[in-house]
């Protein structure tokens, strides 16, 4: 080292190096930006799971362009601490909290009774709420956590507002999957997965379950003006970690922290390919289709299989109580 250059120096230069390789990284771990600058004024938006994360911030660009959006959440604190940020940093007041909880049949019931209500159109639908390895759990209708509220809340949510999507349309469902589809497999012989638990297998068949739902839902709505897609945000850093311990150990995330941070995309990144699905233009007769990137990508072999789709749909119906529910609204 040169005397004339102080040793402080050369390690503020090192630092500096580093956190801009760092910084890059991420920038370009991130993928893809949705460029589209769509005004959304006139557009009425549902975004499970808004209060936070990747629902977080998708619900914040479409109230940025001029939409109206309601936050389906289930902790109503927490979403209209959210909401209020929003209308802030937006200056749209036409944001709003709704309870919305996917792990309960009867609150989802709840949540499309007020809508309906309150609303006559919905342009956009997005299925953004989830749980990620948690342990042996059940929804309060007796369905294993990670397919009660990642695929079934989100198949009778969606399902109770065909109704209103059709009469709006063109509108278009936007569903969250994963690229963990692709190593799940759908238990036929025990979906609720009562005899055999595995946190990540069971993560694992409710993304595949999503995106068997999109690809059948699809084929049911075809000439209806509703398109219907999945989407992989990537990996993101968001609070559906939290039953992950490498997140939870606070001396594990710290050490870990400089060498994963550049690598896994901030909620606002995860958000693009959502945004890329609800509204690019070039998507409106698009559907049943997989996008990673803000690209379309081929998905697993299991889930391309349409017998496989058509046998889920019909447990789905029983478990939901689907036909019960519309017989009921016929009375």
């Known amino acids: 080292m040169p005397p004339h250059v102080p040793r402080s120096f050369i390690y503020?230069?090192?630092?500096?190096?580093?956190?801009?390789?760092?910084?890059?990284?991420?920038?370009?771990?991130?993928?893809?930006?949705?460029?589209g600058k769509e005004d959304l004024t006139g557009k009425t938006v549902i975004v499970t799971g808004a209060n936070t994360g990747i629902g977080k911030e998708t619900a914040l660009v479409l109230a940025s362009r001029g939409a109206k959006v309601i936050l389906a959440c289930r902790d109503s604190k927490k979403c209209e601490e959210t909401r209020r940020?929003?209308?802030?940093?937006?200056?749209?007041?036409?944001?709003?909290?709704?309870?919305c909880d996917l792990a309960s049949q009867e609150s989802i019931r709840g949540f499309v009774e007020r809508f309906k209500k309150e609303h006559d159109k919905?342009?956009?639908?997005?299925?953004?709420?989830g749980v990620m390895r948690c342990p042996k759990s059940y929804t309060k209708d007796g369905i294993e956590m990670h397919l009660g509220v990642n695929h079934m809340g989100h198949f009778l949510l969606t399902n109770l507002l065909l109704d209103i999507l059709k009469d709006s349309a063109p509108a278009r469902i936007v569903n969250l999957s994963s690229t963990a589809h692709r190593r799940g497999k759908i238990n036929t012989e025990d979906l609720n997965l009562n005899k055999d638990y595995?946190?990540?297998?069971?993560?694992?068949?409710?993304?595949?379950?999503?995106?068997l739902f999109t690809r059948e839902l699809a084929n049911r709505l075809r000439g209806t003006g509703v398109t219907v897609n999945a989407v992989h945000p990537g990996?993101?850093?968001?609070?559906?970690?939290?039953?992950?311990?490498?997140?939870?150990?606070?001396?594990?995330?710290?050490?870990?922290?400089?060498?994963?941070?550049?690598?896994?995309?901030?909620?606002?990144?995860?958000?693009?390919?959502?945004?890329?699905?609800?509204?690019?233009?070039?998507?409106?007769?698009?559907?049943?289709?997989?996008?990673?990137?803000?690209e379309a990508k081929e998905v697993s072999d299991e889930a391309k299989n349409d017998n496989l789709a058509k046998w889920l749909w019909k447990v789905s119906e029983k478990w939901t109580k689907l036909h019960a529910t519309a017989q009921l609204n016929n009375v």
Request: aromatic share 14%; hydrophobic share 40%.
């Open 235 to 294: 990996i993101v850093d968001t609070e559906i970690t939290r039953h992950m311990w490498v997140f939870n150990n606070g001396f594990i995330r710290i050490l870990l922290t400089p060498f994963i941070w550049p690598f896994i995309r901030a909620p606002a990144q995860g958000a693009q390919t959502v945004l890329y699905a609800a509204l690019d233009p070039n998507l409106t007769d698009v559907t049943g289709c997989y996008f990673d990137n803000c």
């Open 12 to 35: 503020i230069s090192v630092a500096g190096t580093t956190f801009g390789a760092a910084y890059l990284t991420k920038d370009y771990m991130g993928g893809n930006k949705y460029k």
């Open 198 to 211: 595995d946190p990540g297998s069971a993560y694992a068949q409710s993304k595949l379950a999503n995106i």
């Open 122 to 129: 919905l342009d956009i639908l997005i299925n953004n709420a």
């Open 85 to 99: 940020n929003i209308v802030l940093g937006t200056r749209n007041k036409y944001v709003y909290c709704r309870k």
